[in-house]
T-cell receptor, first 114, second 112 residues
Framework: GENVEQHPSTLSVQEGDSAVIKCTYS??????FPWYKQELGKRPQLIID?????GEKKDQRIAVTLNKTAKHFSLHITETQPEDSAVYFC?????????????FGSGTRLQVQP | DSGVTQTPKHLITATGQRVTLRCSPR?????VYWYQQSLDQGLQFLIH???????AKGNILERFSAQQFPDLHSELNLSSLELGDSALYFC???????????FGSGTQLSVL
C-alpha cells in the first residue's frame, strides 16, 4: 500500500518568515495530494490540494508543488502569521471511480513565533 | 462546519466494554471513511464504505467493526476495549464528483 513520509516533525519560524513542509510518497499510481491543517482539538481541515497533472498550485499565502518523478510534494506558507500555528498533514491517494482513502503523513507541528 | 456530524463528542468507558460511534456524512456524499488519531499521532485509516458497501480496510483491529446504513450514516463499533484504544476517532465523507474529504469533529474516546 501507499506510504507517506513527512518532514520535519516540528517547525518553528518567526512571524513573517516562510515555512516549508515536505512529503514523499511510495506509490507511483497516486494522483491526488491534499494538505490538511489541524488546530488543537479540532478537525483536520483541507487547505489546498493538487492533482498529479499539475506541478504547482497557489492560494494566497499557501502553495503546493509536486515532483512526480521524485515522488515528493511540498507545502509552502509565506508571510507566516501566529494563526498559522497548527499541525499540518500531507496525504496521498489514487483517485478513480472508487474514491479511495487518503494515506496521511505523520504531521508537522508548525509554531509561528510573534 | 464541514457538514459531517459525529456523535457523541466524548465517550468515557471502561476496559472490556463495547461502544458505538455514529457518523452522518454530508448531504449527498456516498463515501464514509473512519480514521483513528491517538495522542500526538497521525491519522490512521480504519475503514471505507461506499453506498453501503465496504470498499477498503486499513489498520482496523478485529475487535472493531463498522457498517453503513441505507440512509448512508455509518457506525463504528469498538468492542473488548483496551486502554490503548483511547483516541480521537474521525469520520470523513466525500462526494460523487469530488475527491475532497471533509472531516467531522470527531469522537474522543477515553478507556479507563
Amino acid at each position: 500500500g501507499e506510504n507517506v513520509e513527512q518532514h520535519p516533525s516540528t517547525l518553528s519560524v518567526q512571524e513573517g518568515d516562510s515555512a516549508v513542509i515536505k512529503c514523499t510518497y511510495s506509490d507511483s499510481a497516486s494522483n491526488y495530494f491534499p494538505w490538511y491543517k489541524q488546530e488543537l482539538g479540532k478537525r483536520p481541515q483541507l487547505i489546498i490540494d493538487i492533482r498529479s497533472n499539475v506541478g504547482e498550485k497557489k492560494d494566497q499565502r499557501i502553495a503546493v508543488t509536486l515532483n512526480k518523478t521524485a515522488k515528493h510534494f511540498s507545502l509552502h506558507i509565506t508571510e507566516t502569521q501566529p494563526e498559522d500555528s497548527a499541525v499540518y498533514f500531507c496525504a496521498a491517494s489514487i483517485v478513480d471511480t472508487g474514491r479511495r482513502a487518503l494515506t496521511f503523513g505523520s504531521g508537522t507541528r508548525l509554531q509561528v513565533q510573534p | 462546519d464541514s457538514g459531517v456530524t459525529q456523535t457523541p463528542k466524548h465517550l468515557i468507558t471502561a476496559t472490556g466494554q463495547r461502544v458505538t460511534l455514529r457518523c452522518s456524512p454530508r448531504s449527498g456524499d456516498l463515501s464514509v471513511y473512519w480514521y483513528q488519531q491517538s495522542l500526538d499521532q497521525g491519522l490512521q485509516f480504519l475503514i471505507h464504505y461506499y453506498n453501503g458497501e465496504e470498499r477498503a480496510k486499513g489498520n482496523i483491529l478485529e475487535r472493531f467493526s463498522a457498517q453503513q446504513f441505507p440512509d448512508l450514516h455509518s457506525e463504528l463499533n469498538l468492542s473488548s476495549l483496551e486502554l490503548g484504544d483511547s483516541a480521537l476517532y474521525f469520520c470523513a465523507s466525500s462526494g460523487r464528483t469530488s475527491e475532497k474529504l471533509f472531516f467531522g469533529s470527531g469522537t474522543q474516546l477515553s478507556v479507563l
